[in-house]
Nanobody, 117 residues
Framework: QVQLVESGGGSVQSGGSLRLSCAASGYMYQCMGWFRQAPGKEREEVAHIYGDGRTRYADSVKARFTISRDGAKNALYLQMNSLKPEDTAMYYC?????????????WGQGTQVTVSS
């Protein structure tokens, strides 16, 4: 069973940056995404990367967040710039398995991001 482990969360002031990492043990899935969930809110997808490198973003993070991957390291990243208090949430990486037409079925445990004003 492939495991996903997130890291890189923390507390920053508004306007700051953080880089989240997601380490995949043993296998790198082609289609992966970053999600977030704030207290009392539904979980939302903030960024997705396809096997061919194409990306898509939620409108709320476009031009501020960048998703990328390093296949050699089996790692997924989320560079977050110009952070806002409303970006405060638990962030999760996830993979569509067994292929890109499947649902997100592999999840990490999450890393907390807190942005103060």
């Amino acid at each position: 069973q492939v495991q996903l482990v997130e890291s890189g969360g923390g507390s920053v002031q508004s306007g700051g940056s953080l880089r989240l990492s997601c380490a995949a043990s043993g296998y790198m899935y082609q289609c992966m995404g970053w999600f977030r969930q704030a207290p009392g809110k539904e979980r939302e997808e903030v960024a997705h990367i396809y096997g061919d490198g194409r990306t898509r973003y939620a409108d709320s993070v476009k031009a501020r967040f960048t998703i990328s991957r390093d296949g050699a390291k089996n790692a997924l990243y989320l560079q977050m710039n110009s952070l806002k208090p409303e970006d405060t949430a638990m962030y999760y990486c996830a993979a569509r398995s067994p292929n890109c037409w499947s649902s997100y079925s592999i999840w990490g445990q999450g890393t907390q991001v807190t942005v103060s004003s």
